[in-house]
């Protein structure tokens, strides 16, 4: 059973930096892709950070420029560095793969349990 543990969210002040961290761990073969989002209380979770094996990346408008998504392929583990933090980026941050386990299953998206991201104007 593939499992995802997030961390390193906390507080920061706006301006200020977090890196978070996701381990994938458990029957897996491979990684294609992993993600991460992130849900603020009374909306809808959206996808901040994406990248795949082939080292695209991708990135919501609201974080371009100041957030980067990174992997460790040897750790299969996903890194999300975030700078220059506003209020607006505060909410639960999950990290998702897209993962083909073994033995073969037909799962392949799989959750973590989130981190709590919050910015103080």
């Known amino acids: 059973q593939v499992q995802l543990l997030e961390s390193g969210g906390g507080t920061v002040q706006h301006g200020g930096s977090l890196r978070l961290s996701c381990l994938a761990s458990?029957?897996?073969?491979?990684?294609?892709?992993m993600s991460w989002y992130r849900q603020a209380p009374g909306k809808e979770r959206e996808r901040v950070a994406a990248d795949t094996s082939s080292g695209t990346s991708t990135y919501a408008s609201s974080v371009r420029g100041r957030f980067i998504i990174s992997r460790d392929n040897a750790r299969n583990t996903s890194f999300l560095q975030m700078n220059n933090l506003t209020p607006e980026d505060t909410g639960t941050y999950y990290c998702n793969a897209k993962a083909i386990t073994t033995p073969l299953t037909s799962k392949y998206d799989f959750w973590g349990q989130g981190t709590q991201v919050t910015v103080s104007s």
């Open positions: 458990g029957g897996i073969f491979r990684i294609d892709a």
